[in-house]
């Protein structure tokens, strides 16, 4: 132990209290900056020197910057950010859709369908006049309008949520490319086993980590190198500092696929972004899309029918009212496919959809997917008609014979809405009688038309078309509503959560403050310390001058 | 005690989201006052919402029925009042009819015969009364006269048929707005007809309806056959009626010829004629009568069943009003509270973020 010791313990106390400043000036630098955790200086006493029979401290040493993390707090946020990331997509989507339906302004179908079905009352009554001819007309084309904007709104928005999926692979590839370079850079410098982990690198990525949760549910586990491995589905998305690429893949009904390493992933993302537009897409498909055409299907059938079966004022009759219903159709088939498929009974049509499925000894079987019940089964023939509740469906040979699995699907609604039209252009036309002889006074045929709103229709389980048309608007309220729900839910935890890692590693401007004058005051002692020691060292070597001299 | 660590990011991130669900309550009190509703979309209220369509659709379509009614009252209107016309026509052609040919000054005779032909057309103008576009009396044939005279049989034809014009006027039931012309203006005969005449000749009338046009034809004989006397016509309306009583008092067969070469015979037979025809008359008007209190029952339904829509439709627009629309005074209170609520959070938000040991340090 040395007098000139003191300078050490000094030099030690200086660099100390310049670090807790620096990094105290670093967490107010970053105050404001996402995910970065509030940083504290590591102190520890110096190695201690022998003096005489006894140990003397020998100042103080840095021993490291650490962050202030929660490793828990962090994987609970991971968790909640795809909850949120779902339940906001999915609410986004639900909430465009449920505007279609504006019925509380008087602006969804409810009104036009009521107003087309009251012009036939009006019909009914002037049986022989033009003017409610005309009018009826209108009514229907207007009707025939807000179908097909109500339906054209929600495949829009539909198709845009296509085009998101699109969007947030874009973002998760560059999101797994930048988490990978971070990967790499944090092996590498805690790997020089300098001073620890690489804080900062490791705030970015796992702030990159929270920004990939809210877009896709992923698994992920770090490795003693400090590299993280993120998998979807899985498949790795991220090894090292390596990634694979996710993609999407145009499937047969239009939606997005998404394939990572070569697989089909899709049904295993269910959260963030993505599971949450998947999910959004299937529920508005077989909720009110579904709903809309099945109703308007409903209405063209019910009216073609009773129409087809009456007289116009010029004697014709068998006029559809509305363009009739159409199939679509799709093949799922190696070798076979639908050469034809059409209505040939519209009265025995139960507007539900079928599938024609084969088994390997080239037999089918028709099921209605609604009911699941098989309504037709037979063994196949390549060109001869398969004929099941009023529609005749022809499937040939292609480019081979039907196999085992291969399936067809038949459906009369799909196109419902995109054909929907009004046939009758001639006001004559209009079948208001139930004879050609008792024209024009004969309303008979009007007067059933224009009860046919008041009508339980069996394909629609026994509801009138208001009360079914009910039924899907509240469907969309209560799925809207519910996902509404959900997300103020999963806002509210997401927040919470950020509380709590805010508490955990957020910075206090005042508590830096404290720091400031607290390291301040430390870095003046320092320096005063060794002010003093120099005075001490002059006093020794005084002495010496005083002795000489 | 576990204090929690509050960083400045907490307070501005809490402050930021306490203010932005203030707000965005502040918004949707807004929405309600600025539209009048409290549904705004479905999801406010899904059940609600589809109530609030069925009712919408049930007030559409019961104020369509009030329509159609409304129309139907405008046909019936007109019915009714071709009716009143016609059965004061029919007194006074009955008048006529009994006014006795002889001793009869020629001029006399012939004004009445003019007369007669008078109510003739009359009674042909209001059978063949148009409404709009409408021949209120040829049932499903609107668009053709009732009745035309045909010159070769010398009568008036019926060109209607017996179709009823019905309209909805509720859910379940219908209404007819016409009456057919062969109905209304039927010579027909109901009860006992005398079997001779005032002179004490003998009479008889036979009847025959054809079913598909709902005319009736009535064969009059006067006198029995072979005797000088004997005279037999046919009449199938009111017009007809009339017509054969303006030519009696020329006394002359409907085809202007000559009721019989012996004056004092065509005389006798013009009489008897009328004489016949006085029931016929009298049973022509209670019918006119009859329908015109069937139609005058048709719009008493009528109107009970549009006072019973009015208060329906009072009633499912309050339901509807209920569930649909925002109780102005609640929402206006829940705004202001929600203001208020805003108002507090930007005032503490104030104080707490001004707050910093910063401004203390010199």
Same mark, same amino acid.
């Given at each position: ?11 030690? /106390? ?46 103080? %040493? ?90 054209? &709104? ?84 991220? +090894? ?59 209405? %063209? ?32 088939? /190696? ?58 469906? %022809? ?39 139930? &004879? #050609? ?64 890692? #805010?508490? +955990? ?6 508590? +830096? ?37 | ?27 949707? /009190? ?25 009712? =919408? ?49 020629? +001029? %006399? =005779? ?153 004056? #004092? ?9 009328? #004489? ?87």
């Amino acid at each position: 132990m040395s007098l000139l010791g003191l300078f050490d313990i000094g030099k030690s /106390a200086l660099f100390a209290s310049q670090a807790a400043l620096t990094t105290t000036s670093n967490n107010i630098a970053n105050v404001n900056t996402p995910g970065f955790s509030k940083q504290d200086v590591i102190l520890d006493v110096a190695n201690s020197t022998s003096f005489g029979n006894t140990l003397v401290g020998g100042g103080v %040493t840095v021993s490291g910057i650490k962050r202030s993390y929660d490793a828990f707090i962090q994987s609970q946020l991971i968790g909640q950010n795809q909850n949120q990331g779902r339940s906001s997509a999915l609410s986004q989507l639900l909430s465009q859709v449920e505007q279609v339906f504006g019925d509380s302004t008087d602006t969804g179908l409810s009104k036009s369908f009521t107003d087309f079905f009251n012009a036939w009352n009006d019909v009914a009554t002037n049986p022989e006049s033009q003017p409610q001819r005309t009018v009826l007309l209108q009514k229907a084309a207007s009707f025939v309008d807000v179908a097909k904007q109500m339906e054209s &709104s929600i495949t829009a928005a539909y198709n845009q949520t296509n085009n998101d999926i699109k969007g947030a692979v874009d973002q998760i590839n560059i999101l797994a490319t930048d988490i990978a370079a971070l990967n790499g850079k944090i092996t590498q410098i805690e790997a020089g086993g300098t001073s620890g982990q690489a804080n900062d690198l490791r705030d970015q990525r796992d702030n990159l980590l929270n920004q990939l949760a809210s877009l896709t549910e992923f698994s992920y586990y770090g490795d003693q190198n400090g590299s993280l491995t993120i998998t979807v589905g899985m498949r790795n998305l991220v +090894e090292g500092d390596k990634t694979n690429a996710l993609s999407t893949q145009t499937n047969s009904d239009g939606n997005q696929d998404l394939i990572l390493d070569n697989t089909d992933i899709t049904s295993n993302v269910t959260r963030g972004q993505l599971g949450g537009l998947l999910a959004a897409q299937s529920e508005v498909e077989s909720g009110p899309l579904m709903g809309l055409r099945k109703m308007v299907a409903s209405v %063209t059938k019910e009216v073609n029918l009773l129409h087809s079966s009456g007289y116009g004022l010029d004697g014709t009759t068998g006029n559809d009212f509305f363009n009739p219903l159409q199939l679509s159709t799709k093949s799922q088939s /190696a070798g076979a496919q639908i050469t034809s498929a059409s209505i040939t009974d519209s009265s025995q049509l139960t507007l539900d959809e079928y599938t024609i499925t084969f088994d390997a000894s080239q037999n089918y079987s028709v099921t209605d997917s609604q009911t699941g019940k098989v309504v037709a089964t037979g063994a196949y023939t390549s060109g001869n008609p398969i004929s099941f509740d009023g529609i005749q469906v %022809t499937i040939a040979d292609g480019t081979g014979s039907v196999a085992g699995g291969d399936s067809f699907s038949v459906s009369p609604l799909t196109d419902a809405i995109k054909n929907l039209g009004v046939a009758i252009t001639d006001p004559d036309k209009i079948a208001a009688s139930s &004879s #050609d002889t008792e024209l024009p006074g004969n309303n008979s045929n009007a007067l059933k038309l224009a009860q046919l709103s008041n009508t339980a229709v069996a394909n629609l389980g026994g509801s009138t078309f208001a009360d079914f048309y009910g039924g899907i608007v509240s469907n969309v309220g209560t799925l809207s509503g519910a996902a509404s729900d959900t997300l103020t839910f999963d806002q509210n935890m997401l927040s919470q959560l950020n509380n709590q890692r #805010d508490s +955990e590693s957020g910075v206090s401007l005042d508590e +830096e403050a404290v720091n400031l004058i607290r390291f301040q005051r430390s870095y003046e002692a320092a320096a005063k310390m060794i002010a003093v020691t120099d005075q001490l060292i002059q006093t020794v070597l005084g002495m010496v001058t005083t002795s000489t001299g | 005690m576990n204090v929690m660590r509050v960083s400045t990011m907490m307070v501005y991130a809490q402050m930021a989201k306490a203010m932005q669900d203030a707000a965005s309550q502040l918004a949707d /009190a807004n929405t309600q006052l600025a539209t009048g509703k409290k549904i705004n979309k479905p999801s406010d209220d899904p059940a609600g919402e589809a109530q609030a369509i069925d009712y =919408k659709v049930s007030i559409q379509t019961n104020t369509q029925y009030e329509n159609n009614m409304q129309q139907a009252n405008i046909f019936l209107d007109a019915t009714d009042k071709v009716f009143t016309s016609a059965a004061d026509t029919l007194s006074n052609l009955k008048d006529l009819a009994s006014a006795g040919i002889n001793n009869q000054t020629q +001029e %006399t =005779k012939d004004a009445n015969s003019q007369q007669a032909a008078g109510y003739r057309d009359f009674l042909l103008g209001l059978a063949n009364t148009k409404v709009g576009n409408r021949y209120l009396f040829s049932g499903f044939k609107t668009d053709q006269q009732a009745f035309t005279f045909n010159a070769v049989t010398n009568t008036f034809d019926y060109n209607g048929d017996l179709g009823s014009i019905q309209v909805p006027i509720d859910a379940n039931s219908s209404m007819a707005t016409n009456v057919q012309g062969s109905t209304a203006f039927r010579a027909g005969l109901g009860g006992t007809m005398p079997a001779a005449l005032s002179d004490g000749t003998p009479v008889s009338y036979t009847q025959a309806k054809d079913p598909v046009t709902g005319v009736n034809t009535i064969t009059v004989e006067i006198g029995n056959v072979g005797d000088p006397d004997y005279d037999t016509f046919r009449v199938t309306n009111v017009m007809d009626i009339a017509n054969v009583v303006s030519f009696a008092w020329k006394n002359q067969n409907v085809d202007g010829t000559a009721l019989d070469p012996s004056a #004092d015979i065509s005389q006798e037979k013009a009489q008897h004629r009328m #004489d016949a025809l006085d029931s016929v008359i009298d049973a022509a008007r209670s019918q006119v009568l009859a329908q015109q209190a069937e139609v005058g029952a048709r719009g008493d339904v009528m109107n009970d069943q549009k006072t019973r829509f009015d208060q329906m439709n009072l009633s499912l627009e309050s339901a509807r009003a209920k569930i649909e629309d925002a109780d102005i005074n609640q929402t206006y209170v829940d705004m202001q509270q929600a203001s208020v609520a805003l108002q507090a959070l930007q005032s503490s938000a104030a104080k707490v973020l001004s707050t910093s040991l910063l401004d203390f340090l010199q």
